[in-house]
């Protein structure tokens, strides 16, 4: 089944803790993401990577970091989480096939830093 | 700058036709999605759009139009279960490949 997982789904920790949360899809996708969800501001991208060893920042990357060692995954580390980063975080893979692209979001991840 | 507008709260009543509106600034425009996104869970993929005119999928249709920086979702013979947020989204190639995702419209369907 394709697919896009993301562990864990759940997080409750304490500012400044590192933490990484893993994302990883099946259906070898070159186009991977980073978003996080908060009431009233959408999704916003955080970071994103169009290949192996190829990442770039979206529109909220500050805090974040990200890398690409590998087709399929694409962790998500925060190396001293603050309370502002408390949020829904989905990860999210596409790729262009027959003229259309199609992006699959994992089941998302809650996150709150203390 | 990006930017893209859709409204924040619509209702239909159920078997009838909506359509969500979309507009948005970008300076490198690559393409355009719908999304839903029901209360809790992660949003599905709905539609892109790269070039003008309508794109059909069963009840859903979506339209764009490149010049007037606009597209509108259509969903026909509404359903209870498309009570959902409906998310625009807009891919920009100015300095990378961004993908901007509006706030959504939280769709209302009642009996």
């Known amino acids: 089944e394709a697919q896009v997982t993301q562990n864990p789904r759940y997080l409750i920790t304490v500012t400044g803790k590192k933490l990484t949360v893993t994302c990883s899809q099946n259906m070898n996708h070159e186009y991977m993401s980073w978003y996080r969800q908060d009431p009233g501001l959408g999704l916003r991208q955080i970071y994103y990577?169009?290949?192996?060893?190829?990442?770039d920042k979206g529109d909220v990357p500050e805090g974040y970091k990200v890398s690409r060692k590998e087709k399929r995954n694409f962790p998500l580390i925060l190396e001293s989480p603050s309370p502002n980063q408390t949020s829904l975080y989905f990860c999210a893979s596409s790729a262009w096939d027959r003229g259309t692209d199609t992006q699959y979001f994992g089941p998302g991840t809650r996150l709150t830093v203390l | 700058g990006q930017n893209i507008d859709q409204p924040t709260e619509m209702t239909a009543t159920e078997g009838a036709i909506v359509q969500i509106n979309c507009t948005y600034q970008t300076s490198g425009f690559n393409g355009l999605f719908w999304y839903q996104q029901h209360a809790g869970e992660a949003p599905t993929f709905l539609s892109y759009n790269v070039l003008d005119g309508l794109e059909e999928k069963g009840r859903f249709s979506s339209f764009l139009s490149r010049s007037k920086g606009y597209s509108y979702l259509l969903l026909k013979e509404l359903q209870m279960k498309d009570s959902a947020s409906y998310l625009c989204?807009?891919?920009?190639?100015?300095?990378?490949?961004?993908?901007?995702f509006g706030t959504g419209t939280r769709l209302f369907v009642k009996a």
């Open positions: 990577s169009m290949n192996v060893e190829v990442t």
């Open positions: 989204a807009v891919r920009d190639r100015t300095g990378g490949f961004k993908t901007i």
